[in-house]
């Protein structure tokens, strides 16, 4: 197995404008986990799905963002109208069902807005 | 809510052995993960406790005390690669108990 992988790794937009991000995670794992990390921080959850249904999403996830895992494969985070402060790096975690505790992340997609 | 607590930094020498702490406030609790992140890296899981008592995994070993909220991560005979940031996780009282909390992070410097 090639592991959690998500691209792109690095990107850079202007305020306003639309990003959208991909992740493919290890392809036994049913659970799919977005979070975002900010320097000095530990990363902080954003959604998850369990195959193709997204179960849960943070409280404190704006509008803006919707995520997806049409075929319960790979997952997309899109993020709308972006802002300055939704520069992060955005990290994509797969696990299986039993072991939730226990999850594998990809390397992360840095968003820089400028 | 949940939140955690952990010292942001630790240091220490080659070969010494180290103790990073963790307090957490649940509402609900399923165990206690840690997770190791090299600078540029992706999180890695390192262990997971659910009942109280040690877990011992090579050099490094985790402690669970669910009456205290308390855990520790042990790493012993520390080596220079074992500098990066160390985060203590719970998972979340949601719909199912997956999505892991984290805390802030420990960074550890190990110097020669």
């Known amino acids: 197995d090639t592991g959690v992988s998500q691209d792109p790794r690095h990107k850079i937009t202007k305020r306003g404008q639309n990003v959208t991000f991909r992740c493919d995670p290890i392809?036994?794992?049913?659970?799919l986990y977005w979070y975002r990390q900010t320097l000095g921080q530990g990363p902080e959850f954003l959604t998850y799905f369990q195959n193709e249904a997204q179960l849960e999403k943070s409280r404190l996830l704006s509008d803006r963002f919707s995520a997806e895992r049409p075929k319960g494969s790979f997952s997309t985070l899109e993020i709308q109208r972006t802002e300055q402060g939704d520069s992060a790096m955005y990290l994509c975690?797969?696990?299986?069902?039993?072991?939730?505790?226990?999850?594998?992340f990809g390397p992360g997609t840095r968003l820089t807005v400028t | 809510g949940q939140s955690l607590e952990q010292p942001s930094e630790v240091t220490a020498v080659e070969g010494a052995i180290v103790q990073i702490n963790c307090t957490y406030q649940?509402?609900?609790?399923?165990?206690l993960s840690w997770y190791q992140q090299h600078d540029g890296g992706a999180p890695t899981f390192l262990s997971y406790n659910a009942l109280d008592g040690l877990e011992e995994t090579g050099r490094f070993s985790s402690f669970l005390s669910r009456s205290d909220s308390y855990g520790y991560l042990l790493l012993q005979e520390l080596q220079m690669k074992d500098s990066a940031s160390y985060f203590c996780?719970?998972?979340?009282?949601?719909?199912?108990?997956?999505?892991?909390?984290f805390g802030k992070g420990t960074t550890l410097s190990v110097s020669s």
């Open positions: 649940t509402s609900g609790f399923y165990g």
């Open positions: 392809s036994e794992h049913n659970r």
């Open positions: 975690a797969s696990s299986t069902t039993g072991r939730s505790y226990e999850q594998y």
């Open positions: 996780a719970v998972r979340d009282n949601g719909q199912a108990g997956t999505a892991l909390i």
